[in-house]
C-alpha cells in the first residue's frame, strides 16, 4: 500500500503525542546545531511550527513538559553557537487539522468547538510566566 511499500513504522520507545509522534526534544537541538555548522552558517533560523496534540485539556501537563524540554534544547543550541532568531509555538488556538478535523488539539487556549469559547490551557500560563521572568 503506498508508494513506499519497502517502509513500515516501528514502534519507538519514546513517550508519544496524541498523533502517536515521539517526543525527543534533544532531535530539535542536534537538528539546529547541524544545520547550521553543515549548511546555512551564520543566517537566521526559525523553527516556524513545534508543538504537540494532547488530549489533556485544560491542565495540560503533558504540553507544559514538551515546552519547557524543547524550549531549554533551544536555549542549549543557540548557546552552541546555533543562530536561532526565532521559536513559534503550534499552536496558539486549538484548530482544525485538515487530515483530522477538530480530533487533535494543539493549542496553547482550548476552543469549544460549538460555542466558540475560548479558555487558556495551564500551558498557556506557564508560557507566560515563563516569558515573563
Do not use: C
Not at 52 to 64: K, L, N, P, T, V
Amino acid at each position: 500500500d503506498g508508494a513506499w511499500p519497502a517502509l513500515e513504522e516501528v514502534e519507538g520507545p519514546l513517550p508519544k503525542t496524541a498523533m502517536d509522534w515521539e517526543i525527543y526534544p534533544q532531535g530539535l537541538h542536534d537538528f539546529l546545531v547541524r544545520t547550521a555548522q553543515e549548511y546555512t552558517g551564520d543566517l537566521p533560523l526559525f523553527v516556524t511550527e513545534n508543538g504537540m496534540a494532547s488530549h489533556s485539556g485544560i491542565e495540560d501537563r503533558d504540553r507544559q513538559d514538551y515546552l519547557d524540554a524543547h524550549l531549554a534544547e533551544v536555549r542549549r543550541a543557540i548557546e552552541a553557537g546555533a543562530p536561532v532568531d526565532g521559536y513559534y509555538i503550534w499552536s496558539l488556538l486549538d484548530n482544525y487539522e485538515w487530515s483530522l478535523g477538530y480530533d487533535k488539539r494543539f493549542g496553547l487556549v482550548n476552543v469549544d468547538f460549538d460555542s466558540l469559547k475560548r479558555t487558556p490551557k495551564a500551558s498557556y500560563h506557564a508560557l507566560k510566566a515563563a516569558l515573563t521572568r
